[in-house]
C-alpha cells in the first residue's frame, strides 16, 4: 500500500529554517505529482506547495511564495520541502501527499488521494 513518511518538523525561532521531507513507497513515485499542505489549531487545512511530475513545475501558496521551495528527488523517492523566513503563522502540522493520477501541480486537496500522518513545524516570535 501507498505510504507517506514526512520528517524534519520542529521547533524554531522567527526567521529560521526546517526543511521537510516526505518518504513516498507503494507508488510510482517519478509518476506521481506531490504536495504539501497545512493545517494550523483551529483552521482549515490549506494548500502549501505542489510540484508536478512530468515538468517539475511548482506552485505555491501566496503566503509562502519566496520563502519555501518545493523540490523532488525521484532516484530517493522523497520530496521535500525548504522553509526559510519562518513566521509564527508557519505554526502548523504539515502534510505530504499524493495525486492519484494526472500530471499538474495542484492546489486542491480533492486532487491528492494519499496523505502522510504530518509532522509540526513550531515557529516562535
Known amino acids: 500500500q501507498v505510504q507517506l513518511v514526512e520528517s524534519g518538523g520542529g521547533s524554531v525561532q522567527a526567521g529560521g529554517s526546517l526543511r521537510l521531507s516526505c518518504a513516498a513507497s507503494g507508488l510510482f513515485f517519478s509518476r506521481s505529482s506531490m504536495g504539501w499542505f497545512r493545517q494550523a489549531p483551529g483552521k482549515e487545512r490549506e494548500f502549501v506547495a505542489a510540484i508536478a511530475w512530468n515538468d517539475f513545475s511548482t506552485h505555491y501558496a501566496d503566503s509562502v511564495k519566496g520563502r519555501f521551495t518545493i523540490s523532488r528527488d525521484n532516484a530517493k523517492n522523497t520530496v521535500y520541502l525548504q522553509m526559510n523566513s519562518l513566521k509564527s503563522e508557519d505554526t502548523a502540522v504539515y502534510y505530504c501527499?499524493?495525486?492519484?493520477?494526472?500530471?499538474?501541480?495542484?492546489?486542491?486537496?480533492?486532487?491528492?488521494?494519499?496523505w502522510g500522518q504530518g509532522t509540526q513545524v513550531t515557529v516562535s516570535s
Open positions: 501527499a499524493a495525486v492519484r493520477s494526472g500530471p499538474g501541480a495542484y492546489r486542491s486537496e480533492y486532487e491528492y488521494a494519499y
